[in-house]
């Protein structure tokens, strides 16, 4: 059974960093796309950044939404099969519900319809 438990959600002040972390299991997700979404009260889910293997060796290419380049960086480590969302210089408006969700193939997608597995999310709020 696959599962993605996400984890190192908080509380932090605006300007403060935090560190998600999505722990897969289930499958390998080496080959896969991998994605963060975020979720706010009464607003729809929206794209955070995505993580996708570029077909050949080990290399992998990022997409972050303009609202958090150069603020965030999404990453992964495969012998650990887990994916990574460094958050920095964080916002108020940042905070959300954050979601980790994984896809078959390659794709650099940011559409929710097109992945296949979701966690159930860590709250990060951030403070004025």
């Known amino acids: 059974q696959v599962q993605l438990v996400e984890s190192g959600g908080g509380l932090v002040q605006a300007g403060g960093s935090l560190r998600l972390s999505c722990a897969a299991s289930?499958?390998?997700?080496?080959?896969?796309?991998m994605g963060w979404f975020r979720q706010a009260p009464g607003k729809e889910r929206e794209f955070v950044a995505a993580?996708?293997?570029?077909?050949?060796?080990?290399?992998?290419?990022?997409n972050h939404a303009d609202s958090v380049k150069g603020r965030f960086t999404i990453s992964r480590d495969n012998a650990k099969n887990t994916l990574y969302l460094q958050m920095n210089g964080l916002k108020p408006e940042d905070t959300a519900v954050y979601y980790c969700?994984?896809?078959?193939?390659?794709?650099?997608?940011?559409?929710?319809?097109?992945?296949?597995?979701w966690g159930q999310g860590t709250q990060v709020t951030v403070s004025s």
């Open positions: 993580h996708w293997w570029i077909g050949t060796g080990t290399y992998y290419a990022a």
């Open positions: 969700a994984a896809r078959t193939g390659i794709k650099n997608s940011a559409l929710p319809n097109e992945y296949d597995y």
């Open positions: 289930g499958r390998t997700f080496r080959t896969d796309t």
